[in-house]
């Protein structure tokens, strides 16, 4: 059997206290890479990382507002004093329902800040010293609303389509450079964001509503973040060596199999 590992490998994981960016923290600790959990909630990102260290892991927390260019410029600059950043994973991010109708302005820029340039931000920071030391791995978490019509998804979706572009541009831009850029496209994934939706929208009709949405997959459920760390894995092992410039559509079929 192959095995996914990252022995010896730093990493950074934003968004890591909750959800997929947890998951994927806890993954990479565990095929052996030091992570760095980055969270804008600090108090949470230490207590991932606690969970972490108790598995046997080796993280760090770190408190960070991806969206702030100086916070995010000077935590790749103390990182990289320690060493080499082997890997970026940008999974922090925020949604938002609504059509551009009853989407208003300042909701918009709140998703574009964070998802857009949170991402640009974290890339940027990173790829200087990626292109000193020669090399590198970033994967994006994207979305199937980048390429596929959503309903009620409209800044969400906006978004995800420019992480995407983002992802191309990167790795079209520092091919040459030896830095490789992949984008993950779940689908719906089963996180407490999900539960909490469910919980405050429909209330009483949680399990019925959970189902729903499980269904819209063809291949009948949600994915797991777990299922979704092990791709983000695979997109920073040197088994990927070869995949750069690639959008995973991580949907369940969503995409190519709906009738």
Request: charged share 20%.
């Amino acid at each position: 059997m192959v095995e996914l590992s990252l022995v010896g490998k730093v990493a950074v994981v934003t968004g890591g206290a909750s959800g997929i960016g947890k998951a994927i923290a806890c993954s990479f600790a565990a095929a052996g890479a030091r992570v760095n959990l980055v969270d804008i909630d600090g108090s949470a990102a230490e207590k991932a990382a606690m969970e972490i260290k108790q598995l046997g892991g080796c993280v760090r927390a770190f408190q960070c507002d991806v969206t702030d260019q100086a916070r995010v410029d000077s935590f790749f600059s103390q990182l990289a004093g320690d060493g080499p950043i082997d890997a970026l994973v940008n999974s922090a991010g925020i949604a938002h329902v609504g059509t551009i109708a009853d989407t208003d302005v300042e909701d918009f820029e709140r998703v574009f800040v964070v998802n857009v340039k949170g991402t640009y931000l974290c890339i940027k920071g990173a790829l200087r010293h990626m292109v000193d030391q020669g090399y590198g791995a970033i994967v994006n978490l994207a979305s199937i609303a980048a390429t596929a019509g959503i309903s009620n998804r409209f800044a969400y979706s906006m978004s995800k389509g420019a992480v995407l572009s983002m992802t191309l541009s990167v790795a079209k831009d520092f091919l040459e450079k030896n830095i490789r850029c992949n984008c993950i496209s779940p689908a719906r994934v089963h996180t407490p964001f999900v539960d909490g939706f469910l919980h405050k929208s429909y209330p009483g009709r949680e399990q019925e509503m959970f189902n729903k949405l499980s269904q819209a997959q063809p291949i009948g459920r949600m994915a797991k973040p777990d299922e979704v760390a092990t791709m983000a894995l695979f997109l920073c092992s040197e088994w990927s060596g070869f995949l750069t410039g690639a959008n995973i559509p991580f949907d369940g079929g969503f995409m190519h199999l709906r009738s």
